[in-house]
């Protein structure tokens, strides 16, 4: 599986930055990129419950979400470094682990 970053307007330079950035989140963090999509899907799977106490995540799992998430802000941060402040997108998910 690899990362795959996706952003309107973005060059395949900048995204390689940014794939880049997110992988060092991952190391630093110490985890996999499977490991932390794995408490995004539990996370998203909480919401769509509308967050029933039996299908709350884990505390790994919520930490493995909030490194997910930091990954994809750090990803944003490094692809769109140079652009203009109001040319980057939002904290949104862009970061994509695929086959």
């Not at 794939?19 to 060092?24: G, S, T």
């Not at 630093?28 to 919401?47: H, K, P, Q, R, V």
């Not at 509308?50 to 884990?58: G, I, K, L």
């Amino acid at each position: 599986m690899r990362l795959q970053l996706e952003i309107k307007g973005a060059s395949p330079e900048e995204k390689h930055r940014g794939i880049e950035a997110a992988k060092a989140v991952l190391a630093a963090a110490g985890i996999s990129a499977e490991e932390a999509t794995g408490g995004m899907f539990a996370l998203e799977n909480w919401d769509n419950s509308s967050f029933d106490d039996d299908e709350a995540p884990t505390e790994d799992e919520d930490v493995a979400a909030a490194i997910w998430m930091g990954a994809n802000k750090a990803a944003i941060m490094a692809c769109c470094a140079d652009w203009p402040s109001d040319a980057a997108p939002e904290n949104y998910q862009f970061l994509e682990l695929v086959d």
